[in-house]
């Protein structure tokens, strides 16, 4: 069984976890072997590709079930023919127990000859990937916009000072009569952050809001 869930508009209006690296646990129960491996993602099609890769390297287990979700809060599991319900939602659950974003679980599975039943399957595939998650290193994240801006010289001084206040991340700057700057800023801090670059620069700031959403990521 395959499934999807809609983002949660609240979810998506607070920061989240972004992970770094890649993960492996395993548990077994009753002869079974369990094998999780969580890394980061940012599009189902990523997703998949790990999962085809677990499956390439585990070719002999029985199932390959994974959970993703995405920066947006949107979700997608798969049961890879376990009884509906008893793999992917735990593995999602447990993602989302961590508070991740853009990140994938996949659970390998070797049947061990015993049933399990169903829930303890679900039990089984979510303590194993919360164990890959709780395992895997983060950093804090927010949905966020593109913005340019341009501005003197004798404003740089103004200008870093506001930018060091807050969560940005500088993504390309140049040189030349005057200083263009493309950053990442926070959705939910744009209006108060353009205030405070035109309050420093008495009003001589030209900001653009390009409309690309991004991630923005905490140094910390």
């Given at each position: 069984m395959t499934g999807r869930r809609p983002p949660s508009l609240a979810a998506q209006s607070r920061g989240f976890l972004i992970p770094v690296g890649r993960t492996e646990a395993e548990h077994r129960v009753r002869g079974s072997r369990f094998v999780a491996v969580a890394c980061p993602c940012s599009s189902f099609d990523e997703a998949l590709t790990v999962r085809d890769a677990e499956r390439r390297r585990f070719h002999d287990a029985t199932h390959h079930v994974f959970g993703s979700v995405l920066a947006g809060g949107e979700s997608r599991f798969d049961d890879d023919g376990e009884p509906p319900g008893?793999?992917?939602?735990?593995?999602?659950?447990?993602?989302?127990?961590?508070?991740?974003?853009?990140?994938?679980?996949?659970?390998?599975?070797?049947?061990?000859?015993?049933k399990l039943g169903t829930g303890g399957l679900a039990r089984a595939y979510g303590e194993v990937a919360a164990r890959a998650v709780g395992q895997?290193?983060?950093?804090?994240?927010?949905?966020?916009?593109?913005?340019?801006?341009?501005?003197?010289?004798?404003?740089?001084?103004?200008?870093?000072?506001?930018?060091?206040?807050?969560?940005?991340?500088?993504?390309?700057?140049?040189?030349?009569?005057?200083?263009?700057?493309?950053?990442?800023?926070?959705?939910?801090?744009?209006?108060?952050?353009?205030?405070?670059?035109?309050d420093a620069t008495s009003g001589r700031i030209h900001l653009l809001d390009t409309g690309e959403e991004l991630l923005v990521e905490s140094d910390t």
């Open positions: 008893t793999g992917g939602r735990p593995v999602l659950a447990s993602i989302e127990g961590g508070g991740l974003r853009n990140v994938v679980v996949v659970v390998t599975r070797y049947f061990g000859g015993t895997i290193r983060s950093r804090r994240a927010v949905a966020g916009r593109r913005i340019r801006l341009v501005y003197r010289y004798e404003d740089m001084g103004a200008v870093n000072k506001v930018l060091d206040r807050a969560w940005i991340q500088r993504l390309g700057e140049e040189f030349g009569e005057e200083v263009r700057l493309e950053i990442g800023v926070p959705a939910s801090e744009l209006r108060i952050f353009r205030k405070q670059l035109l």
